[in-house]
């Protein structure tokens, strides 16, 4: 199933590039940082909106060509197509959410253009933290370092202080 929404993702996100391609859009492509096999809840759902209208923010209300949420048994997805900005400039208010606190944490936020996509890396950023040591993430999850028990926990925690229920 990850694998098939993986691939969706991927067609949804060509597609809306597509459709947007002569006003410029650059699109933010959101996922939650989840770890296991268990990537849709309320709670879920209701931190997805949150990461929407904290992104939506970041924007005057005419830059933005199209806003959509998908609720999806993998998990939910975030889709915003904007235009007037570069993608770099999108990256960077991007990062700066994901890094900008605990919650940001959990928020996955790809930008890409019809060229590809902008990494953290191509904005001299580094990569992205372990929610438990603060080490690379990346390394963390391949050497799958953590117990999932200690992982969900710490999401947990950060939906919990961020006070995201899976109430409304």
């Not at 296991?36 to 005057?60: Q, W």
């Not at 208010?93 to 928020?107: K, T, Y």
């Not at 950060?158 to 109430?167: H, V």
């Amino acid at each position: 199933e990850l694998l098939d929404s993986r691939e969706d993702r991927v067609k949804k996100q060509k597609e809306l590039l597509q459709a947007y391609r002569s006003e410029n859009g650059v699109l933010i492509s959101i996922t939650l940082n989840i770890p296991g096999p268990i990537k849709d809840s309320n709670t879920y759902r209701n931190a997805m909106h949150r990461a929407m209208n904290v992104l939506t923010e970041c924007f005057a209300q005419n830059e933005i060509l199209h806003q959509e949420i998908r609720e999806l048994v993998t998990g939910p997805e975030g889709y915003l197509v904007v235009q007037g900005r570069s993608a770099g400039e999108v990256k960077k208010i991007a990062c700066s959410i994901e890094d900008g606190s605990r919650l940001g944490r959990l928020f996955d936020m790809d930008v890409m253009t019809e060229k590809g996509s902008i990494s953290r890396k191509d904005l001299g950023k580094p990569g992205r933290k372990c929610l438990i040591c603060g080490e690379d993430a990346k390394l963390c999850a391949r050497s799958q370092r953590h117990p999932m028990q200690e992982l969900l926990a710490e999401v947990d925690r950060i939906l919990a202080d961020a006070e995201i229920s899976g109430e409304g």
